[in-house]
């Protein structure tokens, strides 16, 4: 059951993500990932385009969803573990101001990035429409699978360990595998509970 606030904000984010008719309504998996470039709340910005060849975790989310903050807590040993092979997660948040995004990332205590998206620009470019949301984007800048709603680090391990395996020079095309008997690999779309109407 949803409290009033976080109808509301969700609310407020789907007119944030709908305000541009523009903008394309979703990024399938095996597409380039869209252009990401943003102020870093620890200072300077960071770009997608400036990662390639790592294996990027785009995860998008706000202070006011209930899965978010166990989901990020979570994901904080796998990051540790994987990121001298090659792994960063970018935790884009969506529709906030810095002093909420700051109060919420001392109280939860990871280290991976945390960029700022106020707008929603670039929720609205990945055809944001719930959240939390994760797009895995390949060494060559490839989006090859995504987790809708809520993750926990077993499956996000298991769709990072994949492409990290892959090297620059010689990456595996992206495959159209499905979920089969709890496995998950590139091109994989899993659904989780998430944030939505």
Request: aromatic share 6%.
């Amino acid at each position: 059951m949803h409290t009033p606030r976080t109808v509301i904000a969700f609310l407020v984010l789907l007119a944030l993500l709908a305000g541009c008719g523009s903008e394309r309504t979703t990024v399938a998996n095996d597409e380039p990932a869209p252009p990401l470039e943003l102020e870093q709340l620890a200072g300077g910005r960071i770009a997608l385009e400036e990662r390639l060849g790592e294996v990027v975790a785009v995860r998008f989310w706000a202070d006011w969803c209930p899965f978010c903050r166990g989901e990020m807590q979570a994901l904080e040993p796998v990051y540790q573990r994987l990121r001298e092979q090659g792994l960063e997660i970018l935790a884009v948040n969506v529709g906030q101001d810095r002093s909420r995004v700051e109060r919420f990332v001392d109280r939860v205590g990871y280290s991976y990035p945390t960029l700022l998206d106020p707008d929603s620009t670039i929720a609205r470019r990945y055809g944001v429409i719930a959240i939390p949301v994760t797009f895995f984007v390949d060494r060559e800048g490839i989006v090859r699978s995504r987790i809708l709603g809520e993750s926990d680090a077993a499956t996000f391990e298991r769709l990072a360990v994949p492409l990290l395996a892959e090297s620059e020079s010689n990456a595996v095309p992206a495959s159209s595998a499905s979920r089969r008997n709890g496995h998950a690999g590139p091109g994989s779309t899993l659904v989780g509970e998430g944030e939505r109407p």
